[in-house]
């Protein structure tokens, strides 16, 4: 029998990294993020093989990507990264004004934009594409 058959491995996707990147004066930090999805896994995934996709909570351009990949990489993290437009019409636009009110009981705030639709789509194949590398 195969070893591996009895190992577990999890594969985490959130729309944020349990881990938020903050960029200052062009110096890259890591902060802890306080949302109650990585604080509730952080001690359940400590002993399992794990990965963790999502958002690191900033937009980084293109000639650092390679490097912030690198350093999540370290904590077993895998960053999606989004432009600005993504984070307004994907997260801001469909996700929190319009799946949101519709879930909550709330239709009548709920806001549907053909633009936040298409963002949603783009994003979450952002996502596919990393899971897929897996």
Not at 58 to 68: F, H, L, R, T
Not at 104 to 129: G, I, M, T
Request: aromatic fraction near 14%.
């Amino acid at each position: 029998m195969d070893k591996n058959m009895n190992s577990k491995r999890i594969i985490n996707v959130s729309n944020r990294l349990p881990v938020k990147l903050t960029i200052k004066e062009g110096v890259y930090n890591y902060e802890c993020s306080e949302g109650g999805l990585a604080t509730g896994l952080s001690s359940a995934i400590s002993d399992v093989e794990h990965i963790w996709i999502g958002w690191p909570g900033a937009e980084v351009p293109s000639a650092k990507q390679e490097v912030v990949t690198s350093e999540l990489k370290q904590r077993k993290l895998r960053p999606v990264f989004l432009e600005a437009c993504d984070i307004e019409n994907f997260y801001e636009g469909f996700s929190n004004g319009t799946i949101w009110p519709l879930f909550h009981y709330f239709p009548s705030y709920s806001n549907y934009d053909p633009v936040f639709w298409e963002s949603y789509v783009s994003v979450n194949q952002k996502y596919a594409d990393e899971i897929l590398k897996f």
